[in-house]
Structures are given as structure tokens and as C-alpha cells.
């Protein structure tokens, strides 16, 4: 069974930083894919933020670009997210997004963490 455990979230003040942090943990994990961060706000839909591929490749959302800032320990297997800058519209559930082979499975699957939330007030 594969544990998903994120930290970090809290309440801010427009202009601050926070650091989310995600491990995942667990018996028959093969191999890691791509592992990101999800956001959803209330009443939206769960939108990307940040991905960041095994080789390091990045993708940013436009609305977080040169804010925001992921990295990944493939050792540990364990993704940060560093937000900065942060806006009363950033406010959200961020959830971690590990895409894991996991045994005894020939090919990869995309899990989820619980969720932390993030509220940046002004």
C-alpha cells in the first residue's frame, strides 16, 4: 500500500511563502513518473500548478510562473513545492500528484495525496 503524506500548508498573508512538502512511501513501488502539485479552489475544478518530470523538465501554470518553484528528491521519493509571492487567489486545497509504478503493475498510475490547504489572506 502506497502512503501519500503532505505538509506545509497554512494561512498566509498576501506577499508570503510557504513550502508544501510531499512523501510517498511504501511497499512494491516500482518506479516514479512525472510527480506534481494540484490545486483546487472552492467551487473550481482541480487545476495543475506545477509538474515536474524524473529528468528534472518543468511546467508551470502561467498564473504561478516565477512564483512558484517545484523540486524533487528521486532518492527519497518526495516533491516540494516553494510558493512565494503569494495571492488571495492562490488560496486553495493543493494536492500532491505521484505517478508510480507500483507491483505488480506493468505500467504507471497517477495517485493522489489527501490535500493541505492553503489560505492566503489579504
Known amino acids: 500500500q502506497v502512503q501519500i503524506v503532505e505538509s506545509g500548508g497554512g494561512l498566509v498573508y498576501t506577499g508570503g511563502s510557504l513550502t508544501l512538502s510531499c512523501v510517498v512511501s511504501?511497499?512494491?513501488?516500482?518506479?516514479?513518473?512525472?510527480m506534481a502539485w494540484y490545486r483546487q479552489a472552492a467551487g473550481d475544478l482541480r487545476r495543475l500548478v506545477a509538474r515536474?518530470?524524473?529528468?528534472?523538465?518543468?511546467d508551470n501554470a502561467d498564473s504561478v510562473e516565477g512564483r512558484f518553484a517545484i523540486s524533487r528528491d528521486n532518492a527519497r521519493i518526495s516533491v516540494n513545492l516553494t510558493l512565494n509571492s503569494l495571492k488571495p487567489e492562490d488560496t486553495a486545497v493543493y494536492y500532491c500528484?505521484?505517478?508510480?509504478?507500483?507491483?505488480?503493475?506493468?505500467?504507471?498510475?497517477?495517485?493522489w495525496g489527501q490535500g493541505t490547504q492553503v489560505t492566503v489572506s489579504s
Open positions: 500528484n505521484p505517478v508510480l509504478q507500483i507491483y505488480p503493475a506493468t505500467s504507471y498510475s497517477q495517485y
Open positions: 511504501g511497499r512494491g513501488i516500482l518506479r516514479t513518473g512525472d
Open positions: 515536474i518530470s524524473n529528468a528534472g523538465e518543468i
